[in-house]
T-cell receptor, first 113, second 116 residues
Framework: SQQGEEDPQALSIQEGENATMNCSYKTSINNLQWYRQNSGRGLVHLILIRSNEREKHSGRLRVTLDTSKKSSSLLITASRAADTASYFCATVEVNTGFQKLVFGTGTRLLVSP | GAGVSQSPSNKVTEKGKDVELRCDPISGHTALYWYRQRLGQGLEFLIYFQGNSAPDKSGLPSDRFSAERTGESVSTLTIQRTQQEDSAVYLC??????????????FGNGTRLTVT
Protein backbone atom coordinates (compact mmCIF):
# COMPACT_ATOMS: atom_id res chain seq x y z
CA SER A 1 0.00 0.00 0.00
CA GLN A 2 1.14 3.55 -0.62
CA GLN A 3 1.13 5.63 2.55
CA GLY A 4 2.51 8.84 1.11
CA GLU A 5 1.55 10.74 -1.99
CA GLU A 6 4.00 13.28 -3.39
CA ASP A 7 2.98 16.37 -5.23
CA PRO A 8 3.79 17.33 -7.91
CA GLN A 9 4.54 14.11 -9.76
CA ALA A 10 7.07 15.96 -11.88
CA LEU A 11 8.81 19.31 -11.54
CA SER A 12 11.04 21.08 -14.03
CA ILE A 13 13.08 24.14 -13.00
CA GLN A 14 16.21 26.10 -13.92
CA GLU A 15 19.47 25.96 -12.00
CA GLY A 16 19.48 28.41 -9.12
CA GLU A 17 15.73 28.21 -8.55
CA ASN A 18 14.18 26.61 -5.49
CA ALA A 19 12.27 23.33 -5.71
CA THR A 20 9.43 22.46 -3.38
CA MET A 21 7.92 19.00 -3.14
CA ASN A 22 5.01 18.02 -0.93
CA CYS A 23 4.04 14.76 0.69
CA SER A 24 0.73 13.81 2.24
CA TYR A 25 0.11 10.71 4.32
CA LYS A 26 -2.86 9.00 5.89
CA THR A 27 -2.11 7.50 9.30
CA SER A 28 -0.30 8.53 12.47
CA ILE A 29 3.46 8.35 12.11
CA ASN A 30 6.59 8.06 14.22
CA ASN A 31 8.73 9.90 11.74
CA LEU A 32 8.89 10.92 8.11
CA GLN A 33 11.92 10.48 5.91
CA TRP A 34 12.91 11.84 2.52
CA TYR A 35 14.97 9.83 0.05
CA ARG A 36 16.50 10.59 -3.32
CA GLN A 37 16.87 8.18 -6.22
CA ASN A 38 19.07 8.76 -9.22
CA SER A 39 18.03 6.91 -12.33
CA GLY A 40 18.83 3.22 -12.17
CA ARG A 41 20.23 3.39 -8.63
CA GLY A 42 19.12 2.65 -5.11
CA LEU A 43 17.65 5.25 -2.83
CA VAL A 44 19.77 7.53 -0.66
CA HIS A 45 18.52 8.85 2.66
CA LEU A 46 18.37 12.66 2.82
CA ILE A 47 16.74 13.67 6.05
CA LEU A 48 14.53 12.33 8.85
CA ILE A 49 12.06 14.43 10.81
CA ARG A 50 10.39 13.09 13.92
CA SER A 51 6.70 13.52 14.65
CA ASN A 52 7.41 16.03 17.42
CA GLU A 53 9.55 18.22 15.15
CA ARG A 54 8.16 20.88 12.83
CA GLU A 55 11.17 21.87 10.75
CA LYS A 56 14.62 20.54 10.00
CA HIS A 57 17.54 21.73 7.88
CA SER A 58 20.43 19.95 6.24
CA GLY A 59 22.60 21.99 3.90
CA ARG A 60 20.39 23.22 1.06
CA LEU A 61 17.50 21.04 2.23
CA ARG A 62 14.65 22.21 4.43
CA VAL A 63 11.93 19.86 5.56
CA THR A 64 8.72 20.81 7.34
CA LEU A 65 6.18 18.55 8.98
CA ASP A 66 2.58 19.39 9.84
CA THR A 67 1.07 16.45 11.68
CA SER A 68 -2.32 18.15 11.95
CA LYS A 69 -2.53 18.24 8.16
CA LYS A 70 -0.62 14.98 7.73
CA SER A 71 1.75 16.64 5.30
CA SER A 72 5.42 17.41 4.80
CA SER A 73 7.39 19.50 2.35
CA LEU A 74 10.94 19.26 1.05
CA LEU A 75 12.56 22.47 -0.16
CA ILE A 76 15.80 22.39 -2.14
CA THR A 77 17.30 25.86 -2.36
CA ALA A 78 19.59 27.13 -5.11
CA SER A 79 19.09 23.97 -7.15
CA ARG A 80 21.82 22.45 -9.29
CA ALA A 81 21.69 20.19 -12.32
CA ALA A 82 23.07 17.43 -10.07
CA ASP A 83 19.85 17.61 -8.00
CA THR A 84 18.01 16.01 -10.91
CA ALA A 85 16.51 12.82 -9.44
CA SER A 86 13.32 11.35 -8.03
CA TYR A 87 12.44 12.26 -4.46
CA PHE A 88 10.37 10.05 -2.19
CA CYS A 89 8.86 10.54 1.22
CA ALA A 90 8.51 7.57 3.51
CA THR A 91 6.68 7.10 6.77
CA VAL A 92 6.74 4.61 9.60
CA GLU A 93 3.25 3.46 10.45
CA VAL A 94 2.45 3.56 14.14
CA ASN A 95 0.68 0.82 16.05
CA THR A 96 1.23 -1.93 13.57
CA GLY A 97 2.75 -5.22 14.55
CA PHE A 98 5.80 -4.45 12.45
CA GLN A 99 6.87 -0.86 11.98
CA LYS A 100 7.61 -0.93 8.32
CA LEU A 101 8.70 2.02 6.23
CA VAL A 102 6.18 2.79 3.48
CA PHE A 103 7.13 4.95 0.51
CA GLY A 104 5.18 7.47 -1.51
CA THR A 105 4.94 7.63 -5.28
CA GLY A 106 7.74 10.13 -5.75
CA THR A 107 8.39 13.48 -7.44
CA ARG A 108 10.63 13.52 -10.51
CA LEU A 109 12.75 16.69 -10.42
CA LEU A 110 14.54 17.96 -13.51
CA VAL A 111 16.98 20.85 -13.04
CA SER A 112 18.14 22.36 -16.30
CA PRO A 113 21.49 24.20 -16.59
CA GLY B 1 32.72 0.46 4.84
CA ALA B 2 30.83 -1.64 2.33
CA GLY B 3 27.26 -0.76 1.59
CA VAL B 4 24.34 -3.03 0.79
CA SER B 5 25.25 -5.38 -2.02
CA GLN B 6 22.75 -7.02 -4.35
CA SER B 7 23.32 -9.68 -6.96
CA PRO B 8 22.86 -10.12 -9.77
CA SER B 9 22.52 -6.52 -10.92
CA ASN B 10 20.53 -7.68 -13.94
CA LYS B 11 18.63 -10.89 -14.58
CA VAL B 12 16.77 -11.92 -17.70
CA THR B 13 14.70 -15.05 -17.40
CA GLU B 14 12.06 -16.90 -19.33
CA LYS B 15 8.48 -16.97 -18.14
CA GLY B 16 7.91 -19.94 -15.86
CA LYS B 17 11.47 -20.19 -14.57
CA ASP B 18 12.46 -19.65 -10.94
CA VAL B 19 14.86 -16.86 -9.93
CA GLU B 20 16.79 -16.16 -6.77
CA LEU B 21 17.94 -12.67 -5.83
CA ARG B 22 20.57 -12.07 -3.18
CA CYS B 23 21.13 -9.25 -0.71
CA ASP B 24 24.15 -8.72 1.54
CA PRO B 25 23.23 -6.08 4.13
CA ILE B 26 25.62 -3.83 5.99
CA SER B 27 27.30 -5.75 8.78
CA GLY B 28 25.56 -5.23 12.10
CA HIS B 29 22.27 -4.06 10.61
CA THR B 30 19.45 -5.97 12.25
CA ALA B 31 16.63 -4.88 9.94
CA LEU B 32 16.38 -5.88 6.28
CA TYR B 33 13.72 -4.96 3.72
CA TRP B 34 12.82 -6.02 0.22
CA TYR B 35 10.93 -3.64 -2.07
CA ARG B 36 9.78 -3.88 -5.67
CA GLN B 37 9.82 -0.91 -8.04
CA ARG B 38 8.12 -1.11 -11.39
CA LEU B 39 9.27 1.26 -14.12
CA GLY B 40 8.47 4.86 -13.23
CA GLN B 41 6.65 3.83 -10.08
CA GLY B 42 7.18 4.13 -6.34
CA LEU B 43 8.43 1.42 -4.02
CA GLU B 44 6.17 -1.46 -3.14
CA PHE B 45 6.93 -3.09 0.23
CA LEU B 46 7.44 -6.85 0.01
CA ILE B 47 8.93 -8.23 3.23
CA TYR B 48 10.72 -7.08 6.40
CA PHE B 49 13.14 -9.03 8.62
CA GLN B 50 13.98 -7.79 12.12
CA GLY B 51 16.59 -9.74 14.03
CA ASN B 52 15.37 -13.21 14.90
CA SER B 53 11.69 -12.27 14.90
CA ALA B 54 9.28 -13.80 12.42
CA PRO B 55 9.35 -11.67 9.27
CA ASP B 56 6.53 -9.40 8.13
CA LYS B 57 5.50 -11.01 4.84
CA SER B 58 2.41 -8.88 4.37
CA GLY B 59 3.67 -7.30 1.13
CA LEU B 60 4.44 -10.46 -0.81
CA PRO B 61 2.10 -10.35 -3.84
CA SER B 62 1.55 -14.10 -4.18
CA ASP B 63 2.71 -17.47 -2.88
CA ARG B 64 5.21 -17.58 -5.75
CA PHE B 65 7.28 -15.11 -3.75
CA SER B 66 9.31 -16.13 -0.71
CA ALA B 67 12.30 -14.79 1.16
CA GLU B 68 14.72 -16.03 3.74
CA ARG B 69 17.35 -14.47 5.91
CA THR B 70 20.10 -16.27 7.76
CA GLY B 71 20.43 -14.62 11.16
CA GLU B 72 21.38 -11.00 10.58
CA SER B 73 23.23 -11.61 7.34
CA VAL B 74 22.42 -12.57 3.78
CA SER B 75 18.87 -12.62 2.48
CA THR B 76 17.49 -14.27 -0.65
CA LEU B 77 14.26 -13.44 -2.43
CA THR B 78 12.93 -16.29 -4.54
CA ILE B 79 10.31 -15.93 -7.25
CA GLN B 80 8.92 -19.21 -8.55
CA ARG B 81 7.29 -19.69 -11.96
CA THR B 82 8.05 -16.12 -12.99
CA GLN B 83 5.46 -14.11 -14.88
CA GLN B 84 5.95 -11.06 -17.10
CA GLU B 85 4.32 -8.84 -14.47
CA ASP B 86 7.19 -9.76 -12.13
CA SER B 87 9.51 -7.62 -14.28
CA ALA B 88 10.76 -4.82 -12.05
CA VAL B 89 13.73 -3.65 -10.01
CA TYR B 90 13.95 -5.46 -6.69
CA LEU B 91 15.57 -3.30 -4.02
CA CYS B 92 17.03 -4.45 -0.74
CA UNK B 93 17.68 -2.14 2.20
CA UNK B 94 19.06 -2.56 5.69
CA UNK B 95 19.06 -0.41 8.78
CA UNK B 96 20.86 -0.49 12.08
CA UNK B 97 17.69 -1.02 14.06
CA UNK B 98 14.08 -1.66 13.28
CA UNK B 99 11.68 -0.60 15.97
CA UNK B 100 10.66 3.02 15.49
CA UNK B 101 12.99 3.23 12.53
CA UNK B 102 14.80 6.35 13.65
CA UNK B 103 17.75 4.90 11.81
CA UNK B 104 17.53 5.41 8.05
CA UNK B 105 17.52 2.70 5.42
CA UNK B 106 20.60 2.01 3.33
CA PHE B 107 19.70 0.70 -0.10
CA GLY B 108 21.50 -1.52 -2.55
CA ASN B 109 21.44 -0.67 -6.25
CA GLY B 110 18.84 -3.31 -6.92
CA THR B 111 18.39 -6.26 -9.23
CA ARG B 112 16.66 -5.46 -12.51
CA LEU B 113 14.55 -8.50 -13.38
CA THR B 114 13.19 -8.95 -16.88
CA VAL B 115 10.84 -11.83 -17.60
CA THR B 116 10.51 -12.61 -21.30
Amino acid sequence: SQQGEEDPQALSIQEGENATMNCSYKTSINNLQWYRQNSGRGLVHLILIRSNEREKHSGRLRVTLDTSKKSSSLLITASRAADTASYFCATVEVNTGFQKLVFGTGTRLLVSP
Amino acid sequence: GAGVSQSPSNKVTEKGKDVELRCDPISGHTALYWYRQRLGQGLEFLIYFQGNSAPDKSGLPSDRFSAERTGESVSTLTIQRTQQEDSAVYLCASSLTGGTLNSPLHFGNGTRLTVT
